[in-house]
T-cell receptor, first 114, second 110 residues
C-alpha cells in the first residue's frame, strides 16, 4: 500500500546550525508534499509545501526539495532557533476523486539546543 | 472565528463501550479526515470524506465508524471492536491541498 518513510525519528542540533529531515514515498502518483510542525500539545500546522512540478521551494529559513525520480523529498531548516523545537511530519498526497488523501510519515522530533 | 473544532479535549471510556468524538468545521471545506496519532507512529488515516453522505476507509478503519450527514460535521465513533483505542485523535478538513487540523481529542480507555 501507500507508504511514507521519514528519517531521522529524532534530531538534535545546536542553535544556529542547520537541520535536514528526509522522506521517501511509495505512490508514484503523489503530486503534493506538505510539511507540518506540531508543537507539544498543539495541532499540526502547515509550514511549507511543494507540488510535483517544482523541484525546490524556499520560505525564509525553511526550504523543501523534491526528487520525483527517486520519490524523495526533504525539509531543510537553516539557522535553527529554540522555537523550531517540535515534531515535524512530512506527507504525500494524490488527488483521488477530488479528495487529497494524505499519507503521513512517522514524524521527526527536532530539538534545538541553546 | 473560522476553524475546525474537536470535542471533547479529553475522553475516558470504559472497556466495551462505544464513544463518539465530535468534529465540526465552519471553513466550508468539502473534505474531512480522521487521523489517529500514537507515539512513534505518526498520523494514521482512519476515514476520510469528500462530500456529504460519502466516506472512504483509510488504513486503520477497523473498529471505527463515521457519518457525514452535514458538510460541517464528521463524527467518529470508536466501537468496542477497536482493541486498542487509547490514542490521540485528530480531525482535519481541507480545500484544494492544505489540510487544517483540530486541536485533537485524547481518548483513554479505563
Amino acid at each position: 500500500g501507500e507508504n511514507v518513510e521519514q528519517h531521522p525519528s529524532t534530531l538534535s542540533v545546536q542553535e544556529g546550525d542547520s537541520a535536514v529531515i528526509k522522506c521517501t514515498y511509495s505512490d508514484s502518483a503523489s503530486n503534493y508534499f506538505p510539511w507540518y510542525k506540531q508543537e507539544l500539545g498543539k495541532r499540526p500546522q502547515l509550514i511549507i509545501d511543494i507540488r510535483s512540478n517544482v523541484g525546490e521551494k524556499k520560505d525564509q529559513r525553511i526550504a523543501v526539495t523534491l526528487n520525483k525520480t527517486a520519490k524523495h523529498f526533504s525539509l531543510h531548516i537553516t539557522e535553527t532557533q529554540p522555537e523550531d523545537s517540535a515534531v515535524y511530519f512530512c506527507a504525500a498526497s494524490n488527488q483521488a476523486s477530488g479528495t487529497y488523501k494524505y499519507i503521513f510519515g512517522t514524524g521527526t522530533r527536532l530539538k534545538v539546543l541553546a | 472565528d473560522g476553524g475546525i473544532t474537536q470535542s471533547p479535549k479529553y475522553l475516558f471510556r470504559k472497556e466495551g463501550q462505544n464513544v463518539t468524538l465530535s468534529c465540526e468545521q465552519n471553513l466550508n471545506h468539502d473534505a474531512m479526515y480522521w487521523y489517529r496519532q500514537d507515539p512513534g507512529q505518526g498520523l494514521r488515516l482512519i476515514y476520510y470524506s469528500q462530500i456529504v453522505n460519502d466516506f472512504q476507509k483509510g488504513d486503520i478503519a477497523e473498529g471505527y465508524s463515521v457519518s457525514r450527514e452535514k458538510k460541517e460535521s464528521f463524527p467518529l465513533t470508536v466501537t468496542s471492536a477497536q482493541k486498542n483505542p487509547t490514542a490521540f485523535y485528530l480531525c482535519a478538513s481541507s480545500i484544494d491541498r492544505e489540510a487544517f487540523f483540530g486541536q485533537g481529542t485524547r481518548l483513554t480507555v479505563v
